[in-house]
């Protein structure tokens, strides 16, 4: 069985920082790359940021500067450190979870983010 755990949504003001969790867990493959996914109304997911088991990284040109992407591979937990968000980072989050050979992947439930004064 496959878990995929989202944590720290919320609410915040324009320029404020959020960290979100998303904690893995597998009884049928390796956890190997791990990566974050956003959606607003009216658009389609995208990639925000995505880490391998390696530690290489990947960002949206639109958060590059801003967020920060790390994990613990002995926790499966993979991390996004959000900093000076804006109105139009309000989304869901999904967290993607690949196996080691990125043959199969599952998704989170999401988490929501909301920028608002």
């Known amino acids: 069985q496959v878990q995929v755990v989202e944590s720290g949504g919320g609410l915040v003001q324009p320029g404020g920082s959020l960290r979100l969790s998303c904690a893995a867990s597998?009884?049928?493959?390796?956890?190997?790359?791990m990566g974050w996914y956003r959606q607003a109304p009216g658009t389609k997911r995208e990639l925000v940021a995505r880490?391998?088991?390696?530690?290489?990284?990947n960002y949206a040109a639109s958060v590059k500067g801003r967020f920060t992407i790390s994990r613990d591979n002995a926790k499966n937990t993979v991390y996004l450190q959000m900093n000076s968000l804006k109105l139009e980072d309000t989304a869901v989050y999904y967290c993607?979870?690949?196996?080691?050979?990125?043959?199969?992947?599952?998704w989170g439930q999401g988490t929501q983010v909301t920028v608002s004064s």
């Open positions: 993607k979870v690949e196996n080691y050979y990125g043959t199969s992947y599952y």
């Open positions: 597998s009884s049928i493959f390796s956890i190997g790359a």
């Open positions: 880490i391998n088991s390696g530690g290489n990284t």
